[in-house]
């Protein structure tokens, strides 16, 4: 039976590790993430995409038929993630979803979030988590101003972009 298992690979290896498994005539996914584009210098522009899981890559195959020790051997691979010492399946529901989110090259384009002065959005990564705040303006493409309420007044605190999100506004009964 078919199953999808989890690679462990080596430190930004995941692209090699998922050659040389395919060469072997595995069937794998690496999701990938386009964050943006990052400023470069000369002024070039250049897009960058990353590993949705760094150092993971998803492998699939029947256990049964095929061995899956030529994995630990494989340039770029570590092994496959265990739970007592057996290779732990990943849920089919899991890597579908992931799999439609993903273009052909298994990368998935997130929008950037558009907020406008005023609006209130909430911190949802990094030391700062779960706090609601202002949305002030953009710093760059990748960096915006937030008013958060600390030491008694507003202060200004300069975030990535992407650690934002739209707050919940409660209905008014």
């Known amino acids: 039976m078919l199953r999808w298992y989890c690679v462990h690979t080596r430190p930004r290896a ?3 590790a998922l050659e040389h498994l395919r060469r072997q005539g595995f069937e794998c996914f690496l999701p990938r993430l386009r964050r943006g584009v990052l400023r470069v210098r000369g002024g070039r522009r250049q897009v960058v995409t990353e590993a949705l899981f760094p150092r993971y890559l998803f492998l699939c195959a029947d256990a049964d038929v095929t061995s899956l020790a030529p994995v630990r051997s494989t340039r770029g691979a570590v092994d496959l993630v265990r739970i007592a010492g057996q290779p732990a399946c990943v849920p089919d ?13 298994g990368v998935i384009t997130l929008p950037e979030p558009r907020f406008q002065p005023g609006e ?12 609601e705040a202002l949305y002030a303006r953009a710093e760059g493409e990748h960096r915006v101003i937030v008013l958060v309420e600390l030491l008694g007044g507003a202060q200004e605190i300069l975030l990535p972009r992407h650690v934002l999100k739209a707050a919940k506004v409660a209905n008014a009964a």
């Open 93 to 105: 529901d899991f890597i579908a979803r992931l799999i439609s989110d993903a273009d052909g090259e």
């Open 120 to 131: 209130r959005v909430t911190i949802n990564d990094g030391p700062l988590v779960g706090l």
């Open 14 to 16: 995941e692209a090699q």
